[in-house]
């Protein structure tokens, strides 16, 4: 059986107001391989960015696990968990969230920054990527 990089098991997930309950998701499970690609669709509504959202560990589920490579996203303190989340989660949101005081190369290499790790390695991959979406000439833009 191959290692899992991703596993949710058994989500759930309740938005409650006052005396009505909504259940944005009843017991998903779900396990990605390493290499494996995974879209999630569906219609509006139906739980996927409240999915996303549980896998990515930027949300806490009313019950269930998320696993990613190994690390149970839910028993992790606040740090340990945003620690985690800048080292082994990419998320591009539906909404750019971008700081507009800060440039497009400043705004990608926040994350890392934040972290104290910019450096030759990431400068590297940094030049890598930007060369690999075409995005040299607008770095500098805000």
Known sequence: MAIMVLVAQQLVKEYRSRSLA???LNGVDLAVAPGEFLAVMGPSGSGKSTLLH??????????????VRGQSLFDMDDNALTRFRRRE??????????????SAEENIL????????????VRHRFRQLVRLLGLGGRLGHR
């Open 22 to 24: 909504v259940r944005a």
């Open 54 to 67: 549980l896998l990515g560990g930027l949300d806490q589920p009313t019950s269930g696990a998320v696993v």
């Open 89 to 102: 989660i990419g998320f591009v949101f539906q909404f750019f969230n971008l700081l507009p005081t800060l």
């Open 110 to 121: 926040l994350p890392v920054a934040i972290g104290g790790e910019v450096n030759g390695e």
